[in-house]
């Protein structure tokens, strides 16, 4: 009976060595495990079914989902798919860990969380036949950035941040509406709607009247309590670095008057405007002057597989200036850093590796979405399409369909037009 007890009782410390585990159940460690299984049975659940459509990374995500399920059953030979094929290392190839340590264990979690709203959103994207709009720009594509959306304080704020863009840069208002408590302001360089405007002329007119200008939304509840931004020059968060615009010209003390708060206007600006939204201008001439928005990283290779899992493609870094980032007032393509758009012709990303390796990335508060436009795979149900996701680095994406994105544009121009000649019939000025 000696050897038994000297035998169970090896069992039992090699167990509890293994578990590192408190028994404690007030215990952070034990809390934690918890929070770890339900990690674990939500990704797993939400992973297997969509296994057969997942976009290019989809071998990565299995991986990660058999590693996770491994992790809370220590059974991975008896996951199966939907179809009920059983995932084992013998018919997948899938280098599969025993097992895994909570520290890689919440790594793996958090990234296959990404990587699960990536892929479960793009084949609604991609399985479509159609383009978004009738742009022959667009014509190989879906979906298409179609701008940004940053949250004010109060009205005072949104007037500012309004008057900012409208006098520091040269934006239009393209559309304005207020629904409840919330007002919201559509700003850019040029039409919204993704089809050749009908007053649009070759060789007369200019980029300034074709389609397809992304915006950037202005959102402000009255009712919100939240106060996103203090007007200090710091926006609170990290994770978007700037936006890009290259516009022909820009007037510094009119960012100024308006509330913004210059870093640096040496050969280009770098300012935080009065809604906490870091801008970066250049003097320079683009198509749309709204270039991209440039996004800080904690994994650059991260984020760009999340992005690509959503139809991104890398393409080539877009200069403003035909000096292409040698002179001093434009700077060449940081170093490490991805660009990223669904097409050549639209609004696109730039991932930024962090300054330091392990540099925090926290959210900005005002900072709304990202937002996209596409055509649903669906028809039928475009109307109740719409999504929204966080990427690796916090930032929120907002998808809506075409057919809605198309009637809200036309409903809102048109109201904007009937807005300005009301007023200026009465000899006011218009918004």
Not at 168 to 184: M, N, P
Not at 210 to 234: E, K, M, T
Not at 252 to 260: A, N, V
């Amino acid at each position: 009976a000696a050897p038994h007890r000297k035998k169970d009782t090896e069992h039992r410390n090699i167990h509890q060595a293994k578990s590192q585990v408190a028994v404690d159940p007030s215990s952070s460690n034990l809390r934690s495990m918890r929070c770890c299984r339900t990690a674990t049975a939500l990704t797993t659940a939400l992973l297997l079914p969509h296994a057969e459509s997942f976009a290019p990374s989809s071998s990565k995500v299995r991986t990660k989902a058999a590693a996770l399920h491994s992790y809370n059953t220590k059974k991975i030979w008896e996951i199966q798919d939907p179809s009920g094929t059983q995932l084992s290392q013998e018919n997948n190839n899938f280098p599969f860990p025993a097992t895994l340590d909570r520290r890689a264990f919440h790594s793996t979690v958090a990234k296959t969380l990404g990587f699960v709203s990536a892929s479960w959103i793009a084949p609604v994207i991609e399985e479509a036949k159609a383009a978004v709009g009738t742009l022959p720009e667009y014509a190989d594509t879906n979906a298409v950035i179609q701008g940004i959306t940053v949250n004010v304080a109060d009205t005072r704020q949104f007037s500012d941040m309004v008057e900012f863009l409208r006098e520091g840069f040269g934006f239009d208002v393209l559309r304005q509406s207020t629904k409840g408590s919330v007002t919201t302001a559509w700003l850019g360089f040029g039409p919204e709607q993704m089809s050749i405007p009908s007053d649009f002329e070759i060789p007369v007119s200019g980029f300034g009247m074709y389609g397809g200008h992304a915006a950037l939304q202005v959102r402000c509840d009255v009712q919100s309590p939240v106060s996103f931004y203090d007007g200090s020059g710091n926006p609170g968060g990290n994770n978007i670095a700037y936006l890009q615009v290259g516009v022909p010209g820009y007037r510094i003390s009119q960012m100024m008057k308006y509330g913004g708060n210059i870093l640096s206007a040496y050969g280009f600006v770098d300012v935080v405007s009065p809604s906490g939204l870091p801008v970066r201008s250049i003097v320079g001439i683009w198509p749309d002057p709204i270039m991209f928005v440039a996004l800080n990283c904690v994994n650059v290779k991260t984020s760009r597989q999340y992005y690509e899992a959503l139809g991104f493609i890398e393409q080539e870094y877009p200069y403003a200036r035909p000096s292409k980032g040698t002179g001093q007032f434009e700077p060449a393509q940081p170093k490490g850093s991805v660009y990223l758009s669904q097409s050549p012709n639209s609004m696109g990303i730039l991932l930024l590796p962090t300054a330091k390796k392990k540099e925090k990335i926290i959210a900005n508060p005002a900072f709304q979405s990202l937002n996209i436009v596409y055509k649903p795979s669906d028809d039928a149900d475009a109307s109740s399409q719409n999504m929204q996701i966080v990427d690796p680095s916090d930032v929120p994406i907002s998808f809506t369909p075409y057919a809605q994105f198309k009637a809200e544009e036309e409903a809102g121009t048109k109201a904007l037009k009937e807005l300005v000649k009301k007023t200026m019939a009465e000899g006011q000025t218009p918004p």
